[in-house]
């Protein structure tokens, strides 16, 4: 039996760690042959046809494709595709993206045979095994299926409290060969209750750990190759923070190669013996969510802030020059553009790396999803679920947060506007106000305006505008 198993990526570089799982539990533990599960992976810009086409190449059985807000569309295009010229094959979808929303995918998506609601490793291996034993799939759990022209849920598969028991897919049988970003878990799940967030799963058991020594063997085992970064891919990296210090003095004693390392993680548990952990690892990106400072939001969305412990986390990072990107997210219930002016201008008072304003999607599956009528909370019918208004937030107000993510696309990468944000009397979100307003044709023309406007001497500004102008002209790729 055949087993294609495929995905489009938001950005290739990435590994398909899902579908890497995926086949080594089928042939490590089901015993299916390592040429009858074909792995396929496609950008973000391939067509449905190009997909369609590969996937009937390898005249697969059983069609798994990974879901997830990014390609949702093309893959159902695609399924349509290849059940038009194969109906016999049996299509599997699973991920974020349908989990969630099993029955209603397959009443949507007629070409759809079977979507697994969580976790996909167990599930979709019975599936396989019945559909290779020629039974029907009516006794594997955590699947909705077709069955005589119904929908068919055949309940929660049990929770894998044991994640170690999975095939590792970071060996020499299963990785994927060239220069790429490595993903690599060393747990799932994540205990807090972020209701715009669907990392915890809505599991009864909410983190779930692999052992230290499978974690230390699987970066190991990568550090030694060629990859082009690390990505530790955990909701919270340090949600333990001994458990992360150790990983990191692996790293560091075994990164011999430099390889950077990336990852998400909570702030308040930042201290300065991690901080210098990860320096020496070589942590190169490191994600922290702020989303919001204000009280009332954060409430609304069950978040928790503690500020001060926030602010020291990153006065450690600072310390050891480690680069780091901070995250807003715009448009949440509950706030307004004042509210989330002052969240930007306390970002910005960080100095981060990068900083970030990312919309709100309101995903299925996420508590917020799920109370959005309580909240008079509207946002799109189709993927990437933008919001589009909510009871503190009218419509006008969601097409000003559009603005502000132009604003910093533009804004950030000069160094100038760093200094600038600095001045007295000057915010930030004033910043981004002006060029809202003005939206500039150069870096020189725009402060300019804004030193006139704020009466703030220029010279020195115009000076550091020249300079970075003719830096942008000489840099690779410019014209």
Not at 218 to 243: H, K, S
Not at 258 to 282: C, G, K, N, Y
Request: glycine content about 6%; aromatic content about 10%.
């Amino acid at each position: 039996m055949q087993i294609c198993l495929a995905t489009a990526h938001c950005k290739p570089a990435f590994i398909p760690l899902a579908l890497l799982y995926l086949k080594a539990c089928l042939v490590e533990q089901q015993g299916f042959r390592d040429e009858e599960v074909t792995i396929l992976e496609f950008g973000p810009d391939a067509p449905a046809e190009q997909i369609a086409d590969a996937v009937l190449a390898a005249d697969a059985d059983i069609v798994a494709f990974s879901c997830y807000v990014w390609n949702i569309r093309t893959l159902m295009r695609a399924a349509d595709g290849i059940k038009a010229r194969r109906p016999l094959s049996t299509i599997v979808v699973g991920g974020p993206e349908v989990g969630p929303v099993a029955a209603s995918t397959l009443e949507r998506y007629p070409a759809i045979d079977v979507v697994v609601k969580s976790e996909g490793e167990v599930p979709f291996c019975a599936i396989a095994e019945r559909r290779r034993a020629g039974l029907d799939l009516d006794e594997v759990a955590g699947i909705c299926l077709r069955r005589d022209g119904a929908i068919v849920d055949t309940g929660d598969a049990p929770i894998l409290r044991d994640l170690n028991v999975l095939a590792s897919p970071h060996t020499d049988r299963f990785a994927t060969t060239g220069k790429r970003v490595v993903c690599v878990e060393t747990q799932r799940g994540c205990v807090f209750r972020c209701s715009f967030c669907f990392y915890n799963k809505d599991l009864s058991i909410r983190n779930r750990r692999f052992d230290l020594e499978r974690v230390t063997r699987e970066i190991g085992f990568w550090l030694e190759r060629d990859a082009v970064e690390l990505y530790l891919m955990d909701p919270v990296f340090n949600l333990n923070a001994e458990r992360a210090k150790e990983i990191c003095r692996f790293i560091a004693a075994h990164n011999h190669r430099q390889i950077p390392v990336h990852t998400e993680v909570w702030a308040e548990f930042i201290d300065d013996e991690l901080a210098s952990l990860m320096r020496d690892a070589r942590f190169r990106y490191i994600e922290v969510g702020l989303q919001t400072t204000d009280d009332n939001v954060l409430a609304t969305v069950e978040r928790r802030l503690r500020l001060q412990k926030f602010i020291d986390g990153i006065a450690c990072l600072r310390k050891y020059g480690l680069p780091f990107e901070v995250q807003l997210i715009y448009g949440l219930p509950g706030e307004t553009r004042e509210t989330f002016r002052k969240s930007l201008n306390f970002a910005a008072s960080l100095d981060p790396s990068v900083l970030s304003v990312f919309p709100l999607m309101v995903l299925p599956g996420t508590e917020l999803w799920r109370k959005a009528e309580g909240l008079d909370l509207a946002y799109d019918a189709e993927p990437p679920y933008y919001v589009r208004s909510h009871f503190s937030m009218g419509e006008d107000d969601i097409r000003y947060g559009w603005r502000v993510n132009e604003a910093l696309d533009w804004l950030e990468p000069f160094h100038t506007i760093r200094f600038l944000r600095r001045e007295p009397g000057i915010s930030y979100a004033d910043v981004v106000d002006e060029w809202i307003a003005s939206r500039p044709d150069s870096l020189a023309a725009f402060v300019e305006r804004l030193c006139a406007k704020k009466a703030i001497p220029p010279d020195f500004y115009r000076a550091s505008a020249a300079i970075e102008t003719v830096n942008a002209s000489r840099s690779p790729g410019s014209s």
